[in-house]
T-cell receptor, first 108, second 114 residues
Framework: QKEVEQNSGPLSVPEGAIASLNCTYS??????FFWYRQYSGKSPELIMS????GDKEDGRFTAQLNKASQYVSLLIRDSQPSDSATYLC????????FGTGTSLTVIP | EAQVTQNPRYLITVTGKKLTVTCSQN?????MSWYRQDPGLGLRQIYY???????DKGDVPEGYKVSRKEKRNFPLILESPSPNQTSLYFC?????????????FGPGTRLTVL
């Protein structure tokens, strides 16, 4: 079982819609959870971090954490074409683990 | 400006010719790491370092070496590169206290081994 699992997609949403990205992790001891955005050929950039159960909002982005279900999600409201990228979920453990990413396309 | 730098950004080489990719950070981070990224496989960790003179293997360490003699630098060494090491490489760094913190990534090095 992989440490971090994400649906690879691709996920396509129309402009203005809500994009929902999901991630599950295997280590119940994980304490820190991150979402990175990566444009093709570029380096990952951090967009959200979350450490406690519940929701954390930052602009159009909302991260949700449910430690009991070992589940992390990212909601992007009012999706824009510039949000088209691969989104990587990352979780701490014995190492820092990344999922393989979900490719998101926002259709104008 | 706080940043992680990598050099070179692009490199084409031949099988067996030793090469070093440099990584440097100016944020006084304890933790540094190297990843390779291949299509469909995501980011895979090669080596990481918790602090000076402390390094450990990640998931795909074969064919790579690292050293951490100074806090700011963490070079990646390929002593005898092979075509299967053709990839996009990222260096990252972060603070490390009781747990991992968000990692900051360098711009990447695209390596081609012929």
């Amino acid at each position: 079982q992989k440490e971090v699992e994400q649906n690879s997609g691709p996920l396509s949403v129309p402009e203005g819609a809500i994009a929902s990205l999901n991630c599950t992790y295997s280590d119940r001891g994980s304490q820190s959870f991150f979402w990175y955005r990566q444009y093709s050929g570029k380096s990952p950039e951090l967009i959200m971090s979350i450490y406690s159960n519940g929701d954390k909002e930052d602009g159009r982005f909302t991260a949700q954490l449910n430690k009991a279900s070992q589940y992390v999600s990212l909601l992007i409201r009012d999706s824009q074409p510039s949000d088209s990228a691969t989104y990587l979920c990352a979780v701490d453990g014995n190492q820092f683990y990344f999922g393989t990413g979900t490719s998101l396309t926002v259709i104008p | 400006e706080a940043q992680v730098t990598q050099n070179p950004r692009y490199l084409i080489t031949v099988t067996g010719k030793k090469l070093t990719v440099t990584c440097s950070q100016n944020m006084n981070h304890e933790y540094m790491s190297w990843y390779r990224q291949d299509p469909g496989l995501g980011l895979r960790q090669i080596y990481y370092s918790m602090n000076v003179e402390v390094t450990d293997k990640g998931d795909v360490p074969e064919g790579y070496k690292v050293s951490r003699k100074e806090k700011r630098n963490f070079p990646l060494i390929l002593e005898s590169p092979s075509p299967n090491q053709t990839s996009l490489y990222f260096c990252a760094s972060s603070f490390f206290g009781v747990s991992y913190n968000e990692q900051f990534f360098g711009p990447g090095t695209r390596l081609t081994v012929l």
